[in-house]
């Protein structure tokens, strides 16, 4: 099942329907508000305050809203992006009754390693674990997971790895668990051209460009990525803060590398990655989008379809919408969580 949803003429009834489920669920939210126009756009918006957890090798920055009775929906970010990506959408969930969390991955913001001896690993496996070990900490048993980019693959790999941990999902970009044999084979000059800053990546000089200009390349990926968002500067140098983490470019670079085997992974993600390595199928119900605009590589819909096993639905979000929903149209994508929980 397909469905276009257009969020410059649609951000109203979402919005309207979450506050009806608010009203309904008796939730709270404190920057709502901000959301009625499909995101805030001036980067005003600010999360109260900032949580810590130890959790497996790290120490998780998370922001957090709602009930702590709600069920439970984990929001992950992508590249290079952060949990202001989710600003406008963890109030509209938070009305609707949910508990919202939304970590920092490594490498972003205050997340940090508890040891200066922990490789600074990127690939797909460890990001994963890092979620299990999050809710392990929070002991939270169960959630709804959602994310984009590098936080949709990572919401692929916990349901699909984990299933029982996971009561469904919102995936956009659908189904991107890779492998490196996979990554081994060449793509069409057109498509090998999107992923220009994977290849500059590879090199020594793409690390000390990335390093010594990671807001300025931050910002061209989301401009291209998202050609016809129009965010602000303020928007852009909210979240840009969170590339300041020390460990960030170490995370960046090897995460893809390891895609492109010229980096090792640990060792005692091998199980996970022999998993991964199958394309496993997504047993949970799940809802997946894709940006009428979205500048980044992505597949058709079409070719993943039938990775999803469980109740199951395709939103196209159009109007102009980019590689970042969450940010781009906070209403719907708080709108197919919500949808997708009562599946």
């Known amino acids: ?43 005003a918006s600010k999360f109260a305050a900032l949580k810590m957890v130890k959790a497996g090798v790290l120490n998780v920055e998370y922001a957090e809203d709602g009930p702590q009775d709600g069920p439970v929906v984990i929001l992950l970010h992508g590249w290079p992006y952060d949990i202001y990506s989710y600003v406008d959408v963890m109030p509209i969930l938070a009305m609707a009754g949910f508990r919202v969390i939304a970590p920092s991955f490594r490498g972003y913001g205050g997340t940090t390693f508890l040891s200066d001896k922990t490789p600074r690993n990127g690939q797909q496996a460890a990001l994963a674990q890092d979620i299990i070990d999050l809710m392990d900490a929070l002991k939270i048993k169960k959630a709804v997971v959602a994310g984009y980019h590098w936080g949709a693959r990572t919401a692929n790999i916990v349901a699909a790895l984990w299933p029982d941990r996971v009561k469904a999902m919102v ?49 061209l990926i989301w401009q291209l990525a998202s050609p016809q ?7 852009f140098d909210r979240s840009a803060k969170a590339f300041e983490n020390p460990d960030h470019v170490a995370i960046s670079i090897h995460n893809y590398r390891w895609r492109l085997s010229l980096a090792e ?25 894709e940006g009428d605009a979205n500048g980044a590589p992505h597949p058709e819909p079409s070719a993943y379809a039938a990775k999803f096993k469980a109740k199951y639905e395709h939103r196209n979000f159009t109007g102009g919408v ?16 919500i949808d997708v929980a009562k599946f």
């Open 265 to 289: 992974g640990e060792k005692k993600f091998d199980e996970l990655e022999a998993k991964l390595a199958k394309f496993p199928v997504i047993e949970v119900p799940s809802i997946t989008i």
């Open 322 to 337: 980019g590689h970042n929903p969450p940010q781009e149209a906070p209403a719907e994508f708080a709108k197919a969580v």
């Open 171 to 219: 995936s956009v970009s659908g189904y991107l668990i890779g492998s490196q044999e996979a990554n081994k084979k060449p793509l069409p000059p057109k498509a090998e051209l999107l992923w220009w800053y994977q290849f500059y990546f590879a090199t020594p000089r793409g690390e000390a460009g990335y390093a010594a200009n990671r807001h300025d390349f931050a910002k």
């Open 1 to 43: 099942m397909s469905e276009n949803v257009d969020f410059k003429r649609r951000s109203f009834f979402a919005v309207a329907a979450a506050s009806v489920a608010a009203v309904q669920m008796g939730g709270l939210g404190t920057a709502f508000a901000q959301t009625a126009t499909g995101g805030s756009g001036s980067g």
């Open 229 to 235: 968002w129009k965010f602000s500067d303020a928007e």
